[in-house]
């Protein structure tokens, strides 16, 4: 399991890249993919909580509501995480003087948000394969128009789109960090594996519901809704569909 962990984390980092598009495509088709990008992400990311992560600590357990509480704790220290993050960007982002300043910032969040990404591979591929490939789609999905939003703070911050787009690859190799450290961990302490998945759920919870969802409610139009909607959806029967599959062969 440990080198098909690895391969995800690859896979995962090359996602980086996708600034390339960026580079010859107008900024009205960035906000249009974007857009169907999040939503979609947004149910991939909820799908793979309750049809994988939370179902296979379940079934590990005898009390569930150990499962619970550490989901729950998932979901605190995400928000603990990205609270100090913002609050950080948030004194930097009005002041030209400091554009420099924010990019640098921006660097170091995703240091510490692609190891996690990389932790949580795994964990997932610890757990099962079923669980790694279901868990690895869904981050690439989200990692999509996340590293889209911060190849655009790159550029804002003053940045060349060559080094922008270094930049980013560079720092998404951490998940490869997170893998390695993961599978680390994990073979000194399994016993903690049900507690680490759960907290890996919840921090995708908060994910989905913090970061996506809120995204979608800047557009109110009755056919964005609808599509919004149906994207959603899609998320949530890709990986109930990718998981039913992958647990029956």
Known sequence: MFYQAI???????????????FIVWKLDKQ?????????????????????D????ALEIVDHPE???????????????IEKFIHWRHCHLVDENKHKHHLAYLNIVGDLFHNFLDGLAIAVAFFTSFGVGITTTFSII????????SDFNILLFSGLSKKKA????????????????AGFWFLNLFEHYLPILTSITAGGFLYIANSDLIPELHKS??????????LLLATGIFVIMSLSNYVHNH
């Open 165 to 180: 787009l270094l930049y980013n690859f560079f720092t998404a190799l951490t998940s490869l960090l997170g893998t390695v």
């Open 7 to 21: 391969t995800a984390s690859i896979f995962v980092s090359l996602i980086s890249l996708v600034g390339i598009l």
């Open 66 to 80: 150990e499962i619970m509480t550490a989901t729950l704790s998932g979901i605190i220290l995400f928000f603990i």
């Open 220 to 229: 109110n139009s009755f056919k964005q809704t609808l599509l919004q909607i």
């Open 141 to 148: 999905m989200h990692e999509i128009p996340q590293e889209i």
């Open 53 to 56: 992560l939370l179902p296979e």
């Open 31 to 51: 906000r249009k993919l974007q857009f169907y990008l999040i939503s979609f992400s947004a149910g991939s990311f909820l799908g793979v909580v309750f049809f």
